[in-house]
């Protein structure tokens, strides 16, 4: 009786202590810093689903979400700063030196050397399908905490292209493993899948502490789940909101706003491998007859401007200094006519040589105001007589790889580097990666030319208003508006700005 007594009171204890730890356990749980974020801006259809800033455009979550940083970045003005780097020397037309912060380390905590930003860079060349022709690097020679960048040619906007989110610095050492890459942010990839990235403090971070434990970014690409998120108190904060769900969120005892203007058009491509569209009578009524003013003013509730040219009015070679097409229903339909495009069987629809002119328009629905610039297309059309077939899939690479578009229309950041030249070299030139309407002219290829080897400032800002100017001459683009950038947060959220560039969102000044 004596050892059962012993034993009761053994098991009692032990559960008490156990009890006890599990009390604990909870406790620290609940201390622990959480931040949850909704965003529309990750998934595979944006071509960010991963942190290896080498591949596609995952270096924008590789900056965006903590991970990593670049040796320079933009300021609130879209100038270029030092970030990793401390200083820098313009050798002459073709070298320059960069001198990195002593300070600096990766979340393994080895220390960022020449040598590590040398591999790092080198890797990225070898492996971008954009960073060989922006950066034009010949060769890159390390020696202690010091890089010497010399170029196959003049490179002028160098340092606003290593501020690209492609060039955050990675420990080449450490590889990838599971789409997880070692940066030097203040936060540390955990898991990393198609919908979501787990974080954690990076203790061994350089800078100012981080101050959240956890993070979890979440891709919700859907508007209104999104938005009952945030109303549901699920997330922390959000990006990408539907713009008609913003005003349920100005409640200042619930809720904050941060907003910005950026760079981010939506634009749509015509492709020249159509025949209709290689007259540019018929190019030009497509584009006259689509109301980007009632788009952005209804559709997108006011939160964006109407677009000129690919560039905002707010920089100094944006749109308010050329001139495109104006919205003109009339004009648009004596184009066609001037065209031989005419209803002839009385159904609405123009047609030439008995053929009715159809198009087909592509674009994605991930950035949710793409399928609604569609439709107002489709209806906009309608009215001179074109019939347009929308196709918006977020499996739209498949139908770009196989040329089953005529328009295609998506969203983009024309000056992610505060320079015109990202935008003409990934879009317009013969080499461009995003050339997806095939547009190829002369001069503008000589422009280009000109602009790859100009140093000056305002000599590149008038060669950028001619390049411009060029492009809306010729119709190779419809621009429908800029837009307005909104991160939406709970009242308690602190250090979530908005940025011009649509780089940095999570940071170390991030606390709840």
């Known amino acids: 009786m004596k050892k059962i007594i012993m034993l009761c009171l053994f098991v009692f204890i032990a559960g008490l202590l ?7 356990d909870k ?5 622990e810093k959480v931040f949850r974020y909704g965003t529309m801006a990750y998934g595979p259809a944006m071509e960010n689903a991963g942190t290896n800033p080498h591949d596609t455009y995952y270096g924008w979550s590789t900056v965006r979400y903590g991970i990593g940083e670049t040796l320079f970045k933009f300021n609130n003005q879209m100038e270029v700063e030092p970030w990793l780097a ?10 320059v030196q960069i001198n990195l912060r002593n300070d600096i380390t990766f979340s ?10 040398k591999a790092c860079l080198e890797d990225l060349i070898a492996k971008n399908d954009r960073a060989p022709g922006d950066l034009k690097i010949k060769t890159i020679e390390a020696a202690g905490q010091s890089i010497t960048i010399t170029s196959k040619e003049k490179a002028p906007a160098l340092l606003n292209y290593l501020a690209d989110p492609y060039g955050a610095i990675i420990d080449m050492e450490s590889g990838e493993k599971d789409r997880i890459v070692v940066g030097t942010g203040p936060y540390v990839a955990e898991k990393v899948t198609d919908t979501e990235i787990d974080l954690v ?3 061994n971070y350089w800078g100012e502490a981080p101050k959240l ?3 979890v970014v979440k891709s919700i690409t859907d508007g209104d789940t ?3 998120a945030m109303q549901n108190g699920e997330i922390d904060a959000a990006q990408g909101l539907p713009y008609a769900s913003l005003d349920l969120f100005k409640d200042e005892n619930k809720y904050k706003i941060s907003s910005t203007n950026t760079s981010r058009v939506y634009q749509a491509a015509f492709n020249y491998k159509t025949e209709a569209l290689k007259d540019l009578r018929v190019r030009k009524a497509i584009s006259m007859a689509i109301d980007k003013d009632g788009f952005t003013r209804v559709l997108l509730h006011g939160n964006g401007t109407p677009a000129v040219g690919p560039f905002p009015g707010n920089m100094s070679f944006g749109g308010d200094v050329v001139s495109g097409q104006p919205y003109n229903i009339e004009e648009a339909k004596k184009l066609l006519q001037e065209a031989n495009y005419i209803d002839t069987d009385g159904d609405g629809y123009v047609e030439k040589d008995g053929k009715t002119l159809e198009l087909r328009w592509l674009t994605y629905t991930s950035r949710q105001e793409l399928p609604l610039l569609a439709e107002s297309a489709q209806a906009s059309l309608k009215k001179i007589g074109v019939k347009l077939i929308v196709n918006a899939t977020d499996n739209y690479k498949s139908f770009l790889k196989r040329g089953e578009y005529d328009i295609y229309a998506k969203a983009f950041v024309t000056a992610p580097t505060g320079d015109p030249e990202y935008y003409f070299t990934t879009h317009v030139l013969d080499h461009s990666a995003y050339n997806h309407g095939f547009y190829h002219n002369d001069n503008m290829e000589v422009m280009a030319e000109e602009l790859r080897n100009t140093f000056d ?8 208003i001619r390049m411009q100017q060029q492009l809306l001459d010729d119709c190779a683009f419809f621009y429908a508006a800029h837009l307005k950038m909104s991160f939406v947060m709970k009242k308690n959220v602190m250090g979530f700005q908005a940025h011009p560039s649509d780089y940095y969102e999570i940071t170390s000044a991030l606390d709840i």
């Not at 156990?18 to 604990?24: A, E, I, K, T, V």
């Not at 406790?27 to 201390?31: A, R």
């Not at 080895?110 to 590590?116: D, E, R, S």
């Not at 400032?457 to 060669?463: F, Y």
């Open 226 to 228: 999104l938005t009952m």
């Open 108 to 117: 393994n905590g080895k220390k960022v050397t020449g040598n590590a930003v």
């Open 18 to 24: 156990m009890s006890g730890c599990g009390s604990n």
């Open 457 to 464: 400032k305002d000599k590149r800002t008038k060669l950028a």
């Open 213 to 215: 434990d956890r993070i």
């Open 86 to 95: 401390e200083s820098y020397k313009q050798i002459d037309d073709d070298t």
């Open 27 to 31: 406790q620290v749980n609940e201390k």
């Open 201 to 203: 403090k990076n203790t």
